[in-house]
């Protein structure tokens, strides 16, 4: 169950607010300029490097950002959605985003059901699709191979597309595939 108080009345957020305050004041080539603060503010796990040394951050904000953290009750709220607890009071279910990024075989548990299979029965059609598009073999109405994809999105649901997209205008292979194609957001 949602807590009752507002995360930006707990004096975690008021402290985050303040030190933002401050730090608007110091000058990012400044920050950049020293060494040891640069290199406090990387961190790397499992060959992927997270570089915060560019933000306009000290290792006092990181600080002011994990009991941030804490006052919201991030890693339970964390533990609860990996659990498959309904966290999503406005439609009371679950938030299954960790079940799509799941190897076939994990186990993720929801209402007392494994729903990663039926999820990867779900992402082999769309790759089962994808690659019809691409080789053209589904077509439209014309009987000719679809070349223009308009994606439809209420609020912030394009951006998923959107980024695929623009990650993908670097890839050869995925240049290559998407020739002669357009896609409209």
């Known amino acids: 169950m949602a807590s009752p108080t507002l995360i930006s009345d707990t004096e975690a957020w008021?402290?985050?607010?303040?030190?933002?305050?401050?730090?608007?004041?110091?000058?990012?080539?400044d920050l950049m300029s020293d060494a040891e603060r640069c290199k406090s503010m990387m961190v790397e796990s499992d060959g992927v490097l997270l570089d915060h040394s560019r933000q306009r951050a000290t290792p006092?904000?990181?600080?002011?950002?994990f009991k941030l953290a804490e006052a919201a009750h991030l890693k339970e709220k964390i533990n609860r959605m990996y659990s498959?607890?309904?966290?999503?009071?406005?439609?009371?279910r679950p938030v299954l985003h960790v079940a799509l990024r799941a190897s076939r075989d994990a186990v993720i548990q929801s209402d007392g059901k494994n729903v990663v299979p039926e999820v990867w029965k779900v992402l082999d059609k769309i790759q089962e699709f994808s690659e019809r598009v691409r080789n053209g073999s589904w077509v439209g109405a014309?009987?000719?191979?679809?070349k223009d994809v308009v994606?439809?999105?209420?609020?912030?649901?394009?951006?998923?597309?959107?980024?695929?997209?623009?990650?993908?205008?670097?890839?050869?292979?995925?240049?290559?595939?998407?020739?002669g194609r357009q896609l409209r957001l």
């Open 14 to 29: 008021k402290n985050l607010k303040a030190h933002v305050e401050e730090i608007k004041k110091t000058h990012l080539r």
């Open 60 to 65: 006092e904000t990181m600080d002011k950002l």
């Open 84 to 92: 498959g607890e309904h966290i999503n009071s406005t439609e009371n």
């Open 142 to 146: 014309t009987g000719k191979a679809l």
């Open 151 to 179: 994606a439809v999105g209420i609020g912030g649901s394009f951006l998923g597309p959107l980024f695929v997209h623009t990650a993908l205008q670097t890839d050869p292979e995925a240049i290559e595939s998407a020739r």
